[in-house]
T-cell receptor, first 115, second 114 residues
């Protein structure tokens, strides 16, 4: 049972346009959400995050929106640049039964920004 | 600032061989993790540690063992490698487990079992 889902395996966007990456989750106990960016042959790097008490967080060209009632979050990249071409993972964290926080990752969306 | 460092970066093993992946972090983080990444599967947690001397199972622990003898190091061992363990392995670390912590990843270790 996949608790964090990224239903679009890939996305192509023209340079300068908006990229919208989506993520759905099923566990209402998730209280913190993160987006990671991964280039080939490198480890994932942290991009932006949002607490469940907020509905929006912005950092430069990147904005994350959270819709708790729909259990949905999205990452907006405006304007998209060729260097944004990478795999994007969303992740969610919640306190587990062992008393420690667990991070659950989605399967990733490969973004390709076309010049 | 090295962050999270993994060694080796690439390794080819024969079925049945054993090996150890080493992870080191210089951020004084309490928590450390081992994930594997497979096509279409995202990042799945193998084992994790909440502090020196502790280990716990993640989502896919079978066939792996771990040890955290020093706070800065987290070792992942394969006692008898199987082709199903061909994957990319990522080590990660984070501060105390409170809501809002970011986890930081190493660059990955590519393992092929033939």
């Amino acid at each position: 049972d996949q608790q964090v889902k990224q239903n679009s395996p890939s996305l192509s966007v023209q340079e300068g346009r908006i990229s919208i990456l989506n993520c759905d989750y099923t566990n209402s106990m998730f209280d913190y959400f993160l987006w990671y960016k991964k280039y080939p042959a490198e480890g994932p790097t942290f991009l932006i995050s949002i607490s469940s008490i907020k509905d929006k967080n912005e950092d430069g060209r990147f904005t994350v929106f959270l819709n708790k009632s729909a259990k949905h979050l999205s990452l907006h990249i405006v304007p998209s640049q060729p260097g944004d071409s990478a795999v994007y993972f969303c992740a969610a964290s919640a306190l587990g039964t062992s008393g420690t926080y667990k991070y659950i990752f989605g399967t990733g969306t490969r973004l390709k920004v076309l010049a | 600032n090295a962050g999270v460092t993994q060694t080796p970066k690439f390794r080819v093993l024969k079925t049945g061989q054993s090996m150890t992946l080493l992870c080191a972090q210089d951020m004084n983080h309490e928590y450390m993790y081992w994930y594997r990444q497979d096509p279409g599967m995202g990042l799945r947690l193998i084992h994790y540690s909440v502090g020196e001397g502790t280990t716990a199972k993640g989502e896919v622990p079978d066939g792996y063992n771990v040890s955290r003898l020093k706070k800065q190091n987290f070792l992942l061992g394969l006692e008898s490698a199987a082709p199903s363990q061909t994957s990319v392995y990522f080590c990660a670390s984070s501060e105390h487990a409170v809501s809002g912590n970011t986890i930081y990843f190493g660059e990955g270790s590519w393992l092929t079992v033939v």
